[in-house]
Structures are given as structure tokens and as C-alpha cells.
């Protein structure tokens, strides 16, 4: 293309004109004067020379949005490991994507590739219980890793992370919640110390802000983080994640590309305003093409769930990935979605689009998920991978010890970070009244169908400790209950609320907030529903309890009685403004409170209220410890169960 726009520029003065101006070269403008004064050959061809070399040294740069840094020693097991980045520092020496050439194996091969996956670990590597006994989660996983990878020296054994490795357990708040107290990322030490491939960024590890994860990943993370969607930071560089990575193995070459939700990641963040995320099928359609042609096979490493948007999920990437002309497959997280095995012990037909299958192992360390793959080598139109065997590997609870774990694992790198805290965790902070509608069973069952006595809790103590007419939880917020009649220690509660959601205060007018708890009725697991769900696991719908000054009910997808502090909401003036606190997941957005599809279940027609469209005022307060704090003081959790949400 270039050498036709020189040549018709050359043969026609207008049509010289108009090329110039079409690649908008000031050079070529200036050089065109000299030659409307016909100046002789020599001056054509330095036209010529001139023009040449603007337009495809322009062109060419124009063309490069990845660059390729090489991983210095390489990472293990690769012989040879890349870093794909998008944007190249000033003065280094990274090669274009598009020119990183590969020097082809001397016969065609087939790779023999054993990929473990994890997904919403949550810091759960260990499961504390002081009745039953501890699980140690992490080492049984170590354990079956390093045995795959004895037993089969001469095969690649890959380990990934789909994300959200942080947010989940206690550890989290003991190790550091700011830049100045950080102590170290359990999650990402533990991963280091299992030879951890990759793991891409998940919207979880932003919850405290890009400074503490700067530091998690400069001081614990010794493997690549990835995410092609984190276009900007002011924060995190290309010396903390790449869009993608390369390996190299036995002539074999395998990409992973990072995928971060850019629906739920927080990226208001008091200490990183810049931070960019942008749709993942955009970053996708950007670097998978231009990645595809150097490797043999494509894994997508997403943190954007399965089945939560038909438009933007994982059935979304592998429809796209089934376009290329390279073996592909999604390694999943964000939904805590198992995706079960079929019979014979593959990946089942319906997690398959287009030959491109999706893998997922659920969340909290409930399973290890394994992929036996064989791959065609070079890869070639005609030649597809062999999927031979899907496991979801079961961790087995209350197991310490024996020849499912890796206790030596366990003791040297998991057990010493965790015994400095165990005065904190087993402080008693209160005494759960001996009533099962405490439990766990009852806690997980009612939280999406009704009224939940825990839940209650929480709200009226976020109402008081805030000061707000109303407190709303988000009912996926709640991940456990207690043990009727038993002390309750920080650990327990913890159990309970896991998740670190700052509190927000938003100002309401009488209509605004009806129009909010009608669209949280709509959000409600009807009883018709129920046996579509496994209600102790996510119902991501973002159903809101609220603190007893609000009362309502719900009859079919109608709302009707609503009172606020005992008198009938349609009696509020217009201008009454009702303070309500409320998390910063739901306050941002998530879950459907962006008033767009809610989806999980839902028709496409039920759009949720649009809570963004409410200014808010950031306290800076986790609601966790605002409810901790709240407990203490008053020493018992009762049950209560006051009739404030009645459905029909």
C-alpha cells in the first residue's frame, strides 16, 4: 500500500496532494514544493527516498499496539518466556508483536500438557475450625501439582490462578490493609513457592487499592500477572503485569492472555483516580489476533465469569477464540462457577463453544481443577488440540495430614505467617444465642429468599454505628454462619463477613427509594426459583437486606406497604432526603445496580435501578469492622426476625 501512494503520488500532482493529506505527513508537504519545480531526477528520487521512509516507518509504528519484553531468566518450566506488554519504555529494546519471529520446530510433534487451574481462592488456603479441624486447602494442592509433575517429567505442567486470590479470609486484614502495615500476600507467597505460572488480576485484589497491591506483587508474586484490560494505572507499571505471556517448551510455544472483569473492579480508587479498565472482548479482539500466529495453543486466563452476561462472559471469549486459527481454551474465575466433568471424565459438551472449551473450579479452594491436554506442534489449520481428560479435584476437609497434603509445604511456608496471629483470631468478641437460625445451613438458604436473622443483624448495626435511617447488606456479602450457642471469635465472625466494603452514604429522595426497593424485590429467589440454585453458593443478583427502620412487601414482583421509621413512605414529602448506608460494590454499581440487565435467571427485560446516578459520600469505614465493633459492645447476637421484609 505504501509503495502505490508514493508511485500515483509521483505520476499525479493532485493525487500527490491527496495522499499526503490522507496520511497527514507534513514531510511529504514540504518536499512536494520541490518538486512542482520540476528540479530534475535527483530530486524525484530523493522525493521519492524521503516520503518512502516517513510513511512506512509511520505506518509501522502506527501498527504496534504489543510489545514483547523477554523474561530474564526465563520462567519455570519454560526454556524460553516473554512478557506482552502494551505500551515500550522509552530507550529499551522490546520487539513489535507483529515482528516477533519464532524459530519452528524440525518435525511436527505432538506436546503432551498438563494444566492445573484455581479460581476465587480468596485466601482461603487455609479453612480454620476448631470443632472438626483445620483443613489445609493450599498443601493438598501443592501436593497434587508436584506429584503430576514427577510422575511426568518429560510433560509441560502448567499451574494457573483465574483470579480474585485476596479478599476472603481474615488473613487479609491481620497481613495489612495499607502500604505503611503491609506484611505479605499469603495467597501470592504461597503460589511463588508452588511454581505458579500465571495468574490474572481479579476484580478482588483491588479492594484495598493499587498501592497494597504493588506491594503484594513486588514483594511476594515470583510468576506473571496478567490482565490485557488494565490499559491504565498511576500506580502499577509494566514491572507489576503484562497483557499477556509466552512460554516455550520442547519447540512448543503457549500464550496466555489476561482478562479482568470490567464490570465489577473498582476503579475509583482513592489512591490510584487513573486506573482504566477497559471491556474485556475489546482488549481481547485487540491482542488475540496479533498474538494467535506465534503460538500453538491459546489459553484465556478470565476473571469474567461464566453465564453473567451472555454478551461479555466466557461463552463471549471462546466464541471469539473459535475464530482464530489456533487451539484455544478459557481458564475461568469470577462466578464461582464448578463446571463439572461429563461421565466419561472430559470437559462436558455444553462448556464447549465451537471447539473451544471453558474451564472452571467453583471457588474457596473446593476444588483443584486439572486439563490433560495434547497439543499439535507447530500449530496448523487442520490440526486441533485433544482435550483428554477434565478433573475437578475435591479438597478433602478437615485433612491436616496424611498423603493428600504436603505437610512439609504446609509447615514451611503456610504455618509461620499464620501462627503470629492466632491470639488476634481467637479473640472472643461476643456469644451467638442458641437458636439455628444462626447456622450456616439457614444463614446460606434464607439469604436470597427472604428475611435472614444475620443479615439483620449486620444492618441494624450499620444503621446505628453510621447514624443512617437505613443500612442495606448485599446478601452475597454474607458468606456464613455461626454455631448456635457457642463464643463467637474475631475468626468466626470473619467467616461471616469476609469482604472488605467500604461504607458509602448516599442521600434519597421518597421516590428514589421506592424505585430502589422495587427493584430489589425483583432480585428476590422466588420459591419457583429455588430449585434452579444452589443457594449456598453465589446468586449474584445483588439482593439487599435492609436495617429495621424500612419495612415492606412483596407480593409476585410487587412492592406495596413500604414504611420507613414506622410511617408509610408515600406520606415523605419530596423533598425529604433519606441517608442510607450502604457497601462500595453495590454503591458502584455491581450486581445488576447499574441499571442495566441483572441477569442469573432473570429476563432480559428486568433492569436493575441505576445507583451510580446517586452521589456519594466515601466514609472510609469497612463495614466489617463497624459491625465487629458494634458486637462487642453488646456481647450476645440474637436472633432477630422482626417481619421486616414479608414475602408472599
Known sequence: MVISVIILCLKNDRLMTRGCRKFDILLCQANHQLYRKREGIFMKFLL?????????????????????EVMDPAHDPFERSYLIHRHKPE??????????????????????????????????????????????????????????????????????????????EVYDELLGTTPDNFVISLAYHAYSQASMT??????????????????????????????????????????????AFIGDFAGARVGIIGLTSFEDTKTNLADDPELYITPQLEALQELAPELAPHVDLLIALTHIGYQTDAGTDDRAVARYLAELSVPALVVGG?????????????VDDAYIIQEVPIVQAGSWGRYLGELNIRVPVPSKPGRQAQFKANYLHATQMHVTEGNLVDTAFQQQHI?????????????????????????????LEKRYVGEMALANTIADAAAVRLSADIAAVNASGILAGLTP???????????????????????????????????????LVRQDEVDQFDLTDFVSRGFLHFSN????????????NIKVHGKPLSEYPDRHRFKLALGDYIANGNQGWRGDIIGTGLPESVLGYDIT?????????????????????????????DKRVVVD
Do not use: C
Request: charged share 20%.
Open 48 to 68: 521519492f527516498i524521503s516520503v518512502a521512509a516517513y510513511l512506512i516507518l509511520t505506518t509501522a509504528n502506527a501498527e504496534q499496539r504489543f510489545w514483547v
Open 91 to 168: 530507550g529499551s529494546d522490546w520487539q513489535a508483536l507483529t515482528q516477533f519471529e519464532r524459530e519452528l520446530p524440525a518435525s511436527e510433534h505432538e506436546l503432551e500438557l498438563n494444566l492445573f487451574y484455581l479460581n476465587d481462592l480468596h485466601n482461603k488456603l487455609v479453612i480454620p475450625d476448631t470443632s472438626q479441624g483445620d483443613t489445609y486447602v493450599f498443601a493438598q494442592m501443592a501436593h497434587r501439582i508436584e506429584k503430576a509433575r514427577q510422575q511426568s517429567p518429560d510433560a509441560l505442567t502448567l499451574f494457573l490462578s483465574a483470579g480474585d486470590d485476596h479478599t476472603g
Open 198 to 243: 500465571a495468574a490474572v488480576l481479579g476484580n478482588h485484589e483491588f479492594d484495598r487499592g493499587s498501592k497494597i497491591l504493588k506491594s503484594k506483587i513486588e514483594q511476594d508474586a515470583g510468576f506473571p500477572l496478567l490482565s490485557a484490560n488494565l490499559k491504565r494505572s498511576a500506580v502499577l507499571t509494566q514491572q507489576h503485569y503484562a497483557a
Open 334 to 346: 469470577h462466578s464461582h462457577t464448578a463446571l463439572y466433568p461429563d461421565e466419561q471424565g472430559q
Open 415 to 443: 504455618a509461620p505467617v499464620l501462627a503470629a496471629f492466632d491470639n488476634v483470631l481467637q479473640e472472643v468478641i461476643a456469644t451467638a444465642a442458641n437458636d439455628p437460625a444462626l447456622n450456616t445451613q439457614n444463614t
Open 485 to 523: 450457642g457457642s463464643e463467637v471469635t474475631f475468626s468466626d465472625w470473619f467467616q461471616v463477613m469476609p469482604y472488605a466494603d467500604v461504607i458509602h452514604i448516599l442521600e434519597l429522595t421518597p421516590k428514589h427509594l421506592q424505585l430502589m426497593i422495587e427493584s430489589n424485590a425483583q432480585r
Open 549 to 560: 427502620a424500612l419495612r415492606y412487601e412483596v407480593s409476585g414482583n410487587k412492592v406495596k
Open 613 to 641: 446516578q446517586h452521589a456519594t459520600d466515601n466514609t472510609g469505614l469497612l463495614m466489617r469492622n463497624e459491625v465487629t465493633q458494634y458486637i462487642r459492645e453488646q456481647g450476645v447476637i440474637e436472633v432477630i426476625l
